[in-house]
Each structure stands twice: as C-alpha cells, then as structure tokens.
C-alpha cells in the first residue's frame, strides 16, 4: 500500500463554465415557485402549515421541496424573507415626495393597514417568529427597514435645516412602534374597520410629526407639499445659519 506523505494536495475545482452552472437559473426559479406556493399555502390554511401541504400543492414529494431548503428551519426563513419583501416594497412605494406631507403619511399607513387586512395569515406567519427572537425576518424585521428608511429620511431634512441629524432615528422608530402596536391591537379585537383605524394613525402620526417639527423649528405641516418641503431645506442648507433663521421666520410669517 502506498502512503502520501508531504502536504496533501485538494483535488482540483472544477471552474465554472456553462455544464457547471447551466442548471443555476432553474434552481433558483424552482426555489421561488416553491415560496410562492408555500405564500398561498400559508393564506389558505393559517399560519401553522406543513412541508407536505406545499409539495401537495406543488405535485411533487415532499423531498424535493427539502432539496431547494437546508431543512424546515431554513425553508420558514426563506418564506419569513418573502413575506417581508413583499410587505415592505408596498409600504416603502407610498414614501415618495408627491403630495403633501398628509398625502405621504396616509398613503403609508393606508398600505400598511390595507396589507394587513388582506394578508392576515401572513401576518401571523411574521409575528410568529417575533416570539422565536428571530428579528431579522419577523415583524420585527420589518419595523426596522421602514423605521431605518425613515429616519433616513428625516434625518436628511432635519441636517439641511441646521438640526441635529440623531434626533431623527428616535422620531422614526417611535412612529413605526406606535403604527405596528396599533395594528396588532386591532387584528387581535378587530372591533373598528380598516378605514377606521386607517384615519386614527393618520391624525395621530400627523400630529407627532407637527409637534416634533414645531420644537425643532422646521417649518412643517401636514398640509405642506413634501417636494417643496426639500426644496427648501437644500436651499437653507446652502445658505448656511442665517438663511436658516430667515427662512423659518419667513415661514412663520407666512
């Protein structure tokens, strides 16, 4: 028998050309068909499914739904990631500067409240996980991508009005806190409408958002158009301090 000594040698990769990679794109269109299915699974029968569930709707056995997925916990990740995705690009498209600051903040709360209602059980899903610590892709999750989007936005306006940019994240996340414990309230007694409920979050995070802009000096209101709004803050940020003051005793004056 022969004995190898020295450094032993790994055997050589294979680089990747068309053989090795041909089969890429179809893995990962059948690992999303497989999410979208399990999305439908889970709005049809509740929160707690079952990998047979998603290969009986998929016609296949239940190991070939595991070959795409490193086992149960990283397949309900996987779906967890999907949902969130999902929710969060819905709620994201309504933060853009069309329309006044009311406009904005209904739109937000409108998909947010609106998503839920249609996708209960998906909700679950996500709130499910909250419980597990699993932050990432749980509600939890999901208060933290809107929260970060907004404080950036807002740390960005209030940086242009001479404002200290780190009083912005506190603002934010206590805006996405109340509108998520609001909503989880509400599917656990749903006892007002969607509508209903829609318009208590919109007066109040109005209201929050006036209130911090009034002791900051930032000349906002719901009723101010979000696009004019930047406008002004990127010609006081170039004018430097006195410009600042100018322009918010110009605004006050208005």
Known sequence: MTHVTGTRRRPAQPSADGRSTRWDGH???RRADMLDTALVV??????????????????????VVYRHFDGRADLDDAIRR???????????????????????????????????ERHPNLH?????????????????GVR???????????ADTLERFGVDRNRARPMAFGIVGFVDGVVDSWRAAPTLSSEQVEGILT??????LEGNARSLDVPL??????????????????????????????????
């Open 144 to 154: 933290d991508r809107i929260g970060s989007r907004l404080a950036d936005l807002f």
């Open 221 to 254: 209101t719901r009723d101010t158009v979000a696009s004019d709004l930047l406008s002004r803050a990127q010609a006081v940020s170039g004018a430097g301090s006195g410009g600042i003051r100018s322009a918010i005793s110009g605004r006050r004056a208005g």
């Open 124 to 140: 679950r899903f996500l709130a499910a996980a909250d419980s597990r610590g699993e932050s990432a892709t749980s509600l939890a």
């Open 42 to 63: 889970i709005e049809e029968n509740g929160a707690e499914i079952s990998v047979q569930q998603i290969a009986d709707r998929l016609h296949v056995p239940r190991p």
């Open 82 to 116: 999907r949902i969130l995705e999902s929710l969060t690009a819905e709620v994201l498209a309504r933060l853009h500067s069309e329309g006044t600051v009311r406009d904005l903040v209904r739109g937000a709360v409108g998909a947010y409240v609106g998503w839920v």
């Open 203 to 208: 007066e109040s995070v109005l209201s929050l």
């Open 27 to 29: 893995k990962a269109q």
